[in-house]
């Protein structure tokens, strides 16, 4: 599977925009771009995934760029309760493909 | 999506000793894997679980130490065995659905090793 490359941390303010990008320069022409959450103390969360169009659902918008080597999840209107550590992963659909997590990024949301 | 039950939520285990944590899923699903998450970490990646075959371990992962069974499509155990302290962990079982799209992850089993 191809790494992906995420900024350690990061801060948003309650009601703004949260935008986590994820490097991923080696993605091959049938991976997808997933991105997981983990709240404190829960199991991983999924939020969204897409192979090259853009990609929307009630958590949150999935921006690719056109060469694939990058992305952006994006979080409309950050609330205290999207505090958590977002992983962006990279794979390949099919029976025997498994998701490898990297460092991911921690998300701090302040009031 | 799949709603996943594990058992036991959190313990706290003797070394030598032996934990088996469980992982039921509510309907049929096609894969199933099992990840560690030492304290701070991300989660690594242990073994998928193959329905009435041998578990496939990731490198650095043994049978002897993390044995795994998957009798059928809904159910399936991990082992760790003859813990020591490196061992505590939280312990997560994750499946995938039909389509093999997403995959849904347990709540996690947290074990602690005196």
């Known amino acids: 599977d191809a790494k992906t490359t995420q900024p350690t941390s990061m801060d948003c303010a309650e009601g703004r925009a949260a935008n986590l990008p994820c490097n991923h320069s080696?993605?091959?022409?049938?991976?997808?771009v997933y991105w997981y959450r983990q709240i404190h103390s829960q199991g991983p969360q999924y939020i969204i995934h897409?192979?090259?169009n853009n990609e929307t659902n009630e958590m949150a918008s999935l921006i690719i760029t056109e060469d694939r080597k990058s992305s952006t999840l994006i979080l409309p209107h950050a609330t205290l309760r999207d505090t958590a550590v977002y992983y962006c992963?990279?794979?390949?659909?099919?029976?025997?493909?498994?998701?490898?997590f990297g460092a991911g990024t921690r998300l701090a949301v302040h009031p | 999506s799949a709603v996943i039950s594990q058992k036991p939520s959190r313990d706290i285990c003797q070394r030598g000793t032996s934990l088996t944590i469980q992982c039921q899923v509510d309907?049929?699903?096609?894969?199933m894997f099992w990840y560690r998450q030492q304290p701070g970490q991300s989660l690594t990646l242990i073994a998928t679980?193959?329905?009435?075959?041998?578990?496939?371990?990731e490198s650095g992962f043994v049978i002897d130490k993390f044995p795994i069974s998957r009798p059928n499509l809904t159910f399936s155990t991990l082992t760790v065995s003859n813990m020591s302290p490196e061992d505590s962990s939280i312990y997560l079982c994750?499946?995938?659905?039909?389509?093999?799209?997403?995959?849904?992850f347990g709540s996690g089993t947290q074990l602690s090793v005196l």
């Open positions: 992963i990279v794979r390949a659909l099919g029976g025997y493909n498994k998701l490898i």
């Open positions: 897409g192979l090259k």
């Open positions: 309907s049929q699903v096609t894969m």
């Open positions: 679980a193959n329905q009435g075959s041998e578990a496939t371990y």
């Open positions: 994750s499946v995938s659905g039909i389509t093999n799209e997403k995959l849904f």
């Open positions: 080696t993605i091959s022409g049938n991976e997808y």
